[in-house]
């Protein structure tokens, strides 16, 4: 009943700019935190930056200052704009929503992206 669709990954050289997209669709009530992880080959999936309903963020060590996480309440929609971005920031990245959705009865889960792949290289 509810879906992630992210959009915005791609190839960036070394200190470039890349803005992702996660649009959640359904028959969504209402949406609490919604964050972004991401996974580099042979590493677990690792929290990148969240963000809440209320507009609280909560970022990584790693990307702060760098990276800035918003959301569109309106449009169910969340970003993430990624500045200075470092070959280690290569990932494929995820987006995750804690959605409550109606089904009959309302119901509350935890639901993700596909992912989008971000290549960092010169």
């Known amino acids: 009943q509810v879906q992630l669709v992210e959009s915005g990954g791609g190839f960036v050289q070394p200190g470039g700019s890349l803005r992702l997209s996660c649009a959640a669709s359904?028959?969504?009530?209402?949406?609490?935190?919604m964050a972004w992880y991401r996974q580099a080959p042979g590493n677990e999936r690792e929290l990148v930056a969240a963000?809440?309903?209320?507009?609280?963020?909560n970022y990584v060590d790693f990307v702060k200052g760098r990276f800035t996480v918003s959301r569109d309440n309106a449009k169910n929609t969340v970003y993430l704009q990624m500045n200075s971005l470092k070959p280690e920031d290569t990932a494929v990245y995820y987006c995750?929503?804690?959605?409550?959705?109606?089904?009959?009865?309302?119901?509350?889960?935890?639901?993700w992206g596909q992912g989008t792949q971000v290549t960092v290289s010169s």
């Open positions: 963000i809440t309903s209320g507009g609280s963020t």
């Open positions: 359904g028959s969504i009530v209402t949406i609490n935190t």
């Open positions: 995750n929503a804690d959605i409550v959705f109606k089904s009959g009865t309302f119901y509350r889960k935890s639901y």
